[in-house]
């Protein structure tokens, strides 16, 4: 089966480690927001220089920006893909889900990658980016809770929330989320 999947949680949880080896494993597109983010300030765009700032700040960059950039990768895309980080919170799902039902590509499943904050503290800043200090960190959890840990209750709702525990090694997880995807 060629999924189409979402993964939702906490900065440090795990979700691109997991997306790239779930995208490898099944040969699915796999979309990070954040790279696809990253990658526009590294080639220090005009849109880059812009989200250079509100990610620094640790604040989440526009709805129709990032819904543009899935936009143009699904429309032409045929087969599994994840999203990850993507979307961030119900406005972002509810355009999401329009998106979808236009591309004709619904969502199947909902994977929260769940893990306490000071283990999420710590890995963020062993990472060593730039936009990685300890306030910055903390702040990004609080966005996270406000903003994004709603979207728990949305996809619980429609019976396609599927927790992982991200407690343990890349493989203990990566065997997890493989249990997810067999659930029913």
Do not use: C
């Amino acid at each position: 089966m060629s999924f189409r999947l979402l993964f939702l949680g906490p900065p440090g949880a795990g979700k691109g480690t997991q997306a790239q080896l779930l995208a490898s494993n099944h040969q699915l597109l796999h979309l990070s927001t954040g790279d696809l983010l990253r990658a526009e300030v590294k080639a220090a765009s005009p849109l880059g220089l812009e989200a250079e700032a509100v990610m620094n700040r640790g604040e989440l960059v526009s709805d129709a920006l990032v819904l543009a950039i899935v936009r143009s990768r699904l429309s032409n895309h045929e087969g599994g893909w994840l999203l990850d980080g993507f979307p961030r919170n119900l406005p972002q799902a509810e355009a999401l889900d329009q998106l979808l039902t236009e591309l004709n590509q619904p969502l199947h499943k909902v994977l929260l990658m769940e893990l306490n904050d000071d283990e999420l503290v710590e890995r963020l800043l062993a990472r060593g980016r730039a936009d990685d200090n300890e306030t910055v960190i903390r702040h990004r959890l609080q966005v996270y809770r406000e903003q994004t840990a709603p979207l728990i209750d949305y996809y619980q709702a429609r019976g396609q929330l599927h927790a992982v525990p991200s407690t343990g090694s890349i493989e203990t997880v990566g065997r997890a989320v493989e249990e997810a995807l067999k659930a029913a």
